[in-house]
């Protein structure tokens, strides 16, 4: 298979599994239980979350079609296995975070992801350093993740019982 068939199976095939995943419970501004949560200042408006994410998925899909178009290469197939359980971590944490209020977990899915993304980059990179390249802005924005939701959890130690609605959204600095 060439890399554009490649490329036309994986890249709608992680957005709609990325769709579907966030779409499983109400989440950013759909959900009642996240507006009433105490947030950082750095946390960005409601709307860039699905245009980064699709961007993202995007990016991921063109990494993976890069790896799985480089038949016969030595650590493609851990490459592929990296990438398949850090993506799974990617799909869980939307209704961890967001359907089970587990704010704690969340963050402990993200610093799994987190890591499990560098060493798939690492991987991707012996392989195809261009798919490595690809997997850069989504390490960067997972970071960022792992950071708000941490901060999150801070904020709201009380999150998990909160009922959603029950007190006003604050932005604190």
Do not use: E
Not at 8 to 23: A, E, K, M, Q, T
Request: hydrophobic share 60%; charged share 10%; with cysteine.
């Amino acid at each position: 298979m060439s890399f554009a068939r490649w490329a036309l199976f994986c890249v709608p095939l992680i957005l709609l599994l990325g769709f579907l995943s966030g779409r499983s419970v109400p989440a950013g501004d759909d959900s009642l239980w996240y507006q009433s949560l105490a947030k950082p200042a750095l946390t960005p408006p409601g709307w860039m979350f699905p245009l980064v994410w699709a961007t993202l998925y995007v990016m991921l899909g063109l990494a993976l079609a890069i790896i799985l178009n480089a038949r016969g290469a030595r650590g493609r197939r851990l490459a592929i296995g990296l990438f398949a359980v850090q993506f799974g971590l990617n799909l869980a944490w939307t209704p961890l975070f967001f359907g089970a209020h587990r704010i704690n977990s969340a963050t402990i899915v993200l610093i799994l992801m987190l890591s499990l993304a560098i060493a798939t980059t690492v991987a991707f990179g012996r392989i195809r350093p261009r798919a490595a390249w690809l997997m850069v802005p989504y390490l960067v924005w997972i970071s960022f993740a792992g950071v708000l939701t941490w901060r999150i959890g801070q904020l709201n130690m009380d999150a998990q019982a909160l009922v959603p609605g029950a007190r006003t959204s604050q932005v604190i600095g």
